[in-house]
Structure formats: C-alpha cells, structure tokens
C-alpha cells in the first residue's frame, strides 16, 4: 500500500473560495434586500429618494456580479479539486472551508467597507451603529474560527499520513 | 469609459441624474472599496490552503 499524504489544499481553496461567493450573498440578499438594513453606499448617499436608492441599486447590482463571479470561481476549483486521487472527500473540511471563506470575506468586508472607508453601517438605521459593525465582526470571526476547527477535524479524521486508497479502493468508494 | 457606454446603450430606465450618481467623482474609490475585500479575502485564502 502506498503511504502519501493527503492533500487538503485544493479542497481548502475551492470550499473557501466558495464560501466568500456564498457568503456575499448571504450578505446581499438578506442584508441588503430581505433586511433592508444597508445597501452598499447607504452612509454616504442614504436611499431616501429614487434617485439615491437607483444609485444604490447600481452598487448593489456590482456587489453581486462579484459574488456571482467569485462563486463561478469556486466552483471551478471544486471541480478540480474532485478530481484529484490525494484530494479527500472530507465533508467536514468542506463544510469548514466554506465557513472559512464567509468568515474571512466578512471581516475584510467589515474593516475595508464599514470602518475604513465607511460606505454603509451593518445597521444603517440605528443608534448603535458602531455596537452593531463590531457585533458583525465577531460573528464573522466566530465563522471563520468554527471553519478552521472543521478544517482540523476533517484532517484528523483522514489522519495526517493515512494511506492513499488504490484505484480498485476508488472504484469501490463510487459505487 | 467602456462601463459608462455600455449603460448608455443598455440602460433603459437610467437618466442622467442616475448616471451622474453613479459616476461622480468617488467612483473610482467605491470601485476599490467594492473590489477589495473580494481580492483580499482571495488572497488570504490562497495563503492558507497553501500551508495546509
């Protein structure tokens, strides 16, 4: 039996990658649509009238083309990841990989657009608006630490050095 | 600017006011600030699947 170990990079990548996609549009459409609480340049040009919420839209519309585009992205890599024999098929590293993704998207998002540049509040109206920014970025980091300790156990679980099955194992595990 | 002809020819419901909105002057700004957490988070993600 061979000895190699598992490669978990390209799994990694592409549920991370994913997750980001996913994770923007969680933020677009529940947030941004659903919620209403903010829309992408809400702080600096509020939605009150048509004109400022058509302008909003344009943003919004950009936000998710790149959600869309980084989703297409994600899905390219899980497709080569799949077909990589030293690639596990590990549900939980998946699953983590994908929390990664969101949580890492969610507090860049959250340091760039809601504390550097300012362009919307997580909450745009309210009297806490900082209380619920912060709040953001500990959910996202709560994510991205829930990620990480999936991603462990995924590895765990196929072990460090585990054999690599064989192309009859490989056979026998699509079946 | 290829973005701003493409509106003009597709864009049905913009008037100028909107595209005005749209394209004054902190739109290149916006443009990075809506680019960014995409590339950096990318980025990061790249750094780690890497390492592990």
Redesign the interface.
């Known amino acids: 039996m061979e000895h190699r170990t598992w490669t ?3 799994l ?2 592409a549920g ?2 994913l997750g ?1 996609g996913m994770g ?1 549009f969680v933020d677009g459409i529940v947030l941004h649509q659903i919620l209403q609480w903010h829309e ?2 809400s702080a ?2 509020p939605p009150l009238t048509l ?2 919420k ?2 909003n839209m ?2 919004d519309g ?2 998710h083309a ?2 869309w585009t ?1 989703t297409a992205v994600g899905l390219g890599l899980l497709w080569r990841a799949k077909g990589r024999p030293d690639v596990p098929h590990s549900g939980k590293a998946f699953l983590g990989s994908l929390l ?2 969101w949580g ?2 969610n507090v ?2 959250g340091v ?2 809601h504390h550097l ?1 300012n ?1 919307h509040n997580v909450k745009e109206i309210s009297e806490h608006q900082t209380a619920w920014n912060l709040g953001f970025l500990a959910v996202s980091a709560g994510l991205l630490a829930i990620g990480w300790a999936l ?1 462990q156990r995924g ?1 765990r679980d196929f072990g460090s050095a585990a054999p690599l099955p064989q192309p009859p194992d490989l056979v026998a595990a699509h079946r | 600017m290829l973005l701003d002809t493409l509106l003009q020819l597709a864009c049905t ?2 008037d100028d ?2 595209q005005t ?2 394209f004054d002057e ?1 739109f290149p ?3 990075v ?6 590339l ?3 980025a ?3 750094l ?3 390492r ?1």
């Open positions: 978990f990079g390209p990694v990548a991370a990658v980001i923007g992408m340049i600096w040009r004109l400022d058509s302008v344009f943003w950009l936000f790149f959600t980084t990664l993704g890492i998207f860049v998002e760039i657009d540049l362009v991603i590895r | 419901t913009c006011e909107v909105g749209i902190r700004l916006l443009l600030g809506m680019g960014a957490p995409f950096v988070a990318s990061l993600v790249w780690i699947q890497r592990i």
